[in-house]
């Protein structure tokens, strides 16, 4: 979900708005007194009272907060923090270890490197103050949309402080509760006159709530992602459509397909949907073969391709297809990489079927097929390694060669160099 990329985004007006922030007893009378305006019949009919409401609200929401802003440091904060922790401890979160700092009305969480990573509001000056600000900001519209500047830069406000609250629940592990606080980032601005569709908040508020299993819930804004035609990262909206609507399983997964071939979330979903659904996976090539003829200059679908044969236990019509990638564009690793895993998995199994065989005749056959796909995955993943420019592919398949090497490391001087070549690959980076 990019966590961290947008809290840093949001940092900078937090710290630009530090100066303004109102102590909790102040923002109680501001929002006190923008109240009793509100209900004033003659001061109601101004735009200008909803939206000093509105400002009194997000007061209350960022008092407690005060003069610290995330991602600072100990050593920022200490220069304008007063108030000290009553408590302190090492917890355990979604993403790692922290240190939490207890606080009369917040929670701070400090991660290894000594940033504070989440705030957690304890007791807030005003439940709810944020959808209080949006319901009277869309007032102060109502009432006079030349206002509309104003109200704009207000929500669109709001909807970064509930997209932070969100990533700091989803982090604290409260994912229901940052599922509805992603939905509120999105409506925050899908009102006049922002009027916007918040794609990610909308897709985030979908994909925590299938994260608890809440399929109905997390079916509502998946589809809104659909309706809007924003598919997310590889096409995931397809793959969770898929699982949480089955009345249309088939049809989201086939879409998918044709638009994110290589897509592995959906190509696992349509394998199982006609292995256990119609036991045909004969569709799976249709579609694939009208890839092809769309984008015959395409190699990564021959390797789609291979990786459902391997799937399926063809494994001969996987290394051809893998192979076919080389022809298509030499440069392109991942037919080498598809190549050398099946064999490596292939040997892998060989070993777990030999460890448990008691026959010995039967053994020394698996061994022996063991050695033969353990040694097939050398060459592939070597070509792999020589033409990728990626340094995390090649650490990758240097963990991949080292193991298969060292298997033969006696057999010749030829497998113990290259054992100790992809050993201190591994060990000591390129």
């Known amino acids: 979900m990019k966590r961290i990329f947008i809290a840093l985004a949001l940092m900078v007006a937090t710290v630009a708005a530090s100066a303004q922030v109102k102590s909790p007893a102040e923002a109680k009378k501001m929002v006190d007194s923008a ?156 009102v006049p006159p922002v009027s916007r569709v918040d794609t990610n908040a909308i897709y985030n508020a979908g994909f925590t709530a299938l994260a608890v299993g809440n399929k109905a819930r997390a079916k509502v804004f998946l589809e809104r992602c659909y309706e ?46 006609y292995m256990t659904s119609e036991g045909n996976t004969d569709r799976l090539f249709e579609l694939l073969d009208m890839a092809k003829v769309n984008e015959p200059n395409n190699p990564s679908l021959y390797y789609v391709e291979g990786n459902i044969r391997t799937q399926l236990g063809q494994y001969e019509k996987a290394v051809e297809a893998y192979r076919k990638c080389e022809e298509i564009s030499p440069s392109y690793e991942f037919g080498f990489i598809g190549e050398g895993i099946m064999y490596y998995n292939r040997a892998v199994e060989f070993q777990d079927k030999a460890n448990n065989e008691m026959d010995d005749t039967k053994y020394m056959a698996l061994v022996k097929d063991f050695e033969m796909s353990l040694k097939n995955c050398i060459a592939p993943f070597e070509k792999a ?46």
Not at 391 to 418: Q, V
Request: glycine share 6%; hydrophobic share 40%.
């Open 228 to 273: 809007v035609g924003y598919y997310a990262e590889g096409g995931e909206v397809f793959a969770k459509l898929a699982e949480v609507d089955t009345t249309k399983t088939r049809a989201y997964l086939e879409e998918g397909f044709t638009k994110f071939p290589q897509s592995q979330a959906i190509l696992i979903g349509l394998i199982n949907y």
């Open 385 to 430: 390694f020589e033409i990728t420019q990626d340094n995390s592919i090649k650490t990758s398949i240097a963990e991949y060669l080292k193991n298969a090497c060292y298997r033969f490391r006696d057999e010749s001087p030829e497998y113990m160099e290259k054992y100790e070549k992809y050993d201190g690959i591994v060990k000591n980076g390129l």
């Open 35 to 190: 109240v009793a305006a509100s209900q004033n019949e003659k001061k109601a009919a101004k735009a200008n009272t909803w939206i000093n409401l509105g400002k009194a609200y997000v007061a209350a929401y960022d008092a407690p907060i005060g003069d610290i802003w995330q991602w600072a440091s100990k050593q920022e904060l200490a220069l304008t923090m007063k108030e000290q922790p009553s408590s302190m401890s090492n917890v355990q979160l979604s993403d790692g270890y922290y240190t939490k700092e207890v606080y009369a009305e917040k929670n701070l969480y400090f991660n290894q490197a000594g940033q504070l990573a989440v705030i957690e509001v304890t007791h807030p000056v005003v439940d709810g103050a944020l959808d209080k600000a949006v319901d009277a900001y869309v007032k102060a519209y109502s009432i006079d949309p030349k206002k509309a500047k104003d109200v704009t830069t207000a929500l669109t406000s709001i909807a970064g402080k509930y997209t932070t609250d969100a990533y700091n629940q989803y982090t604290l592990g409260n994912i229901a509760a940052a599922s509805v606080l992603f939905e509120k980032a999105a409506d925050a601005v899908a």
